[in-house]
Nanobody, 118 residues
Framework: QVQLVESGGGLVQAGGSLRLSCAAS????????MGWFRRAPGKERAFVAS????????TYGDSKNGRFAISRDYAKNTVYLQMNSLKPEDTAVYYC???????????WGQGTQVTVSS
């Protein structure tokens, strides 16, 4: 069973930046896409961004485009989420996920906490 391991969360002041990383445990892991979701306190899990593994096509949820950037390192089996100009409302647990072409988001990491102070 492939494991997704996130890192890079923490506490940052509003306007600051963080970069999250998510590494897949198996080098042969070949998903159709990997992505990031987040769950803010008292809210449902929300889609943040995704990237197709082979071609690197990106999709962003809501108004993340412009402040957040998703990327992947094919050789390291790692996906990143660069978050800039962070706002207190970005405070959430961020989860890495992966899916096949026809399937749902079925692989999940344990989550990493991001806290943005005002």
């Amino acid at each position: 069973q492939v494991q997704l391991v996130e890192s890079g969360g923490g506490l940052v002041q509003a306007g600051g930046s963080l970069r999250l990383s998510c590494a897949a445990s198996e080098r042969t892991f070949n998903p159709y896409a990997m992505g990031w979701f987040r769950r803010a306190p008292g809210k449902e899990r929300a889609f943040v961004a995704s990237i197709t593994w082979k071609f690197g096509n990106t999709t962003y949820g809501d108004s993340k485009n412009g402040r957040f950037a998703i990327s992947r390192d094919y050789a390291k089996n790692t996906v990143y989420l660069q978050m800039n100009s962070l706002k207190p409302e970005d405070t959430a647990v961020y989860y890495c996920s992966a899916r096949s072409a026809a399937g749902a988001w079925s692989y999940w990491g344990q989550g990493t906490q991001v806290t943005v102070s005002s």
